[in-house]
């Protein structure tokens, strides 16, 4: 759940940032037509990254995509068109974007078609990754019908909640602002810096075939020492990327509430007067929200991605005794229903592990090898009682540890004698060529 919850808010809060404060600028200035343009953007942004979703996932569509255009090289020649409408629009929103209600000719129509490019193409290049997240959940063939499945559905949902709501309230903040410069400024400076950013990554996709940079096939840091650095910091800070994109947006409600700390219209009557503040508190309260909004998003890509990204460290092993080719453990030792974890040196020097845990309201045992057909040797963990899988994330089914399939342990024989676990040292030696 919190992978999805912090990765589909990283993928989307830049383009939706950038689309949302377009559309608000293109709105004021062009009225009807402005809109009209961006929804044209909008919509073939949406339909592209439909389409291209489906045919990513369906295995002949995809065979047939990539004879003609690998995934590398869409994303190469969408950050093309990224950069240059980008770059069109910057050039003619100088000069035709500076106040509202100018009469709609050839420079303001360009404008508008530049600014719809923009937002389809920023829009193409990231909701395919997104929207094929329902398609791609790993549930471990759990199918659909899961609670593996359901947790991850309902971190992708609450993202995209997060960045609807972020969109809308910024939205009616851009609308609200008295005039338009700092809104026009904040869009310019918002697809600078992402147009940096696009620029690097493109870069990444290209150095090993770029002819015309004459790139080697086997990129050498050497040959092109400015490059390295830029690649390698637009590919690795996409948070810091995120975060100044979106703080830039911030400055609008930031904006917004200033001018709205105290009457400046003029008013005939303390009636008007109290009106006119009333509708200064509802515009503060509106900045507001977008601040909450984005503190939210913040909390997702540092505090979220910290807690969903943290290395988990597996428990020690415990103790045993072996003798006459068994090893022993004492049943008090692993009664209390949690996690227990042994580990055994063969001779080839690997470390063999193997979990035990009783099973909830049953005098029986979950017992298995520390890794799975699967996710490998990657082990098990206790995360508030209940068994999760490190690799995947997924949560066992405590009462099946100890059968066959999914991600379960993969089983470990045992018998029960005198008080005590007995595993036969042949089944956990057995065992070693999972964790080569």
């Known amino acids: 759940m919190l992978k999805y919850l912090y990765s589909v808010t990283e993928n989307l809060l830049i383009t939706v940032t950038l689309v949302t404060l377009m559309y608000a600028l293109m709105a004021r200035l062009f009225g009807r037509k402005g809109r009209l343009f961006q929804w044209i953007g909008i919509g073939a942004g949406v339909f592209l990254s439909a389409a291209v979703t489906v045919i990513r996932n369906d295995i002949g569509w995809n065979r047939w995509l990539n004879t003609w255009m690998n995934v590398n090289q869409q994303d190469v020649r969408t950050i093309y068109a990224i950069l240059l409408s980008s770059l069109l629009l910057i050039v003619l929103a100088l000069f035709f974007a500076r106040r509202e209600g100018k009469r709609f000719g050839i420079g303001e129509c360009l404008t508008c078609v530049a600014g719809a490019f923009v937002t389809a193409s920023l829009i193409f290049y990231v909701v395919p990754g997104v929207m094929s997240g329902p398609l791609t959940f790993d549930t471990m063939g759990n199918g659909v019908i899961s ?24 939205y009616r903040c ?27 990554l493109m870069l990444r996709f290209r150095t090993a075939g770029a002819k015309w940079l004459h ?11 400015w490059a390295f650095p830029l690649v390698s910091f637009a590919s690795g800070n996409i948070l810091l990327f995120s975060l100044v994109v979106s703080g830039l947006a911030m400055l609008v409600p930031a904006a917004l509430f200033a001018q709205n700390l105290r009457v400046t219209e003029p008013y005939d009557n303390p009636a008007q007067h109290r009106k006119l503040r009333a509708n200064g508190r509802r515009l503060r309260r509106l900045a507001v929200k977008v601040g909450v909004c984005f503190a939210a998003a913040v909390v997702c890509l540092t505090v979220v991605k910290g807690i969903a990204t943290k290395k988990v460290e597996l428990s020690p092993p415990e103790t045993y005794t072996v003798a006459d080719g068994n090893i022993y453990v004492p049943l008090e030792q692993v009664n209390d229903g949690h996690l227990h974890r042994f580990e055994y040196t063969t001779d080839n020097r690997i470390a063999v592990r193997w979990i035990v845990v009783r099973k909830p309201g049953s005098a029986s045992y979950g017992v298995g090898l520390d890794a799975c057909d699967v996710c490998g ?22 009462n099946t540890i100890g059968f066959k399939g999914g991600c379960n342990p993969i089983p470990l024989s045992y018998s029960v004698a005198d008080g005590q676990m007995v595993f036969s040292l042949a089944d956990i030696v057995a065992g070693e060529k999972e964790f080569k």
Do not use: H
Not at 147 to 168: C, D, F, N, P, T
Not at 182 to 199: D, P, S
Not at 377 to 398: F, P, T
């Open 147 to 170: 609670q593996e499945y359901g947790m991850r559905l309902l971190g992708w949902l609450l993202a995209l909640v997060l960045m609807i709501v972020y969109s809308r309230f910024l």
């Open 174 to 200: 851009a609308l609200k602002i008295k005039g338009t410069r700092l809104l026009l400024t904040v869009l310019l400076l918002g697809l600078a810096v992402c147009g940096f950013r696009y620029f690097g």
């Open 215 to 225: 790139w080697p096939v086997k990129y050498k840091k050497a040959d092109y020492p």
């Open 377 to 398: 040797n990657a082990g098990y963990y206790e995360r508030s009682g209940q068994i999760v899988c490190k690799r995947c994330d997924v949560v066992m089914n405590i």
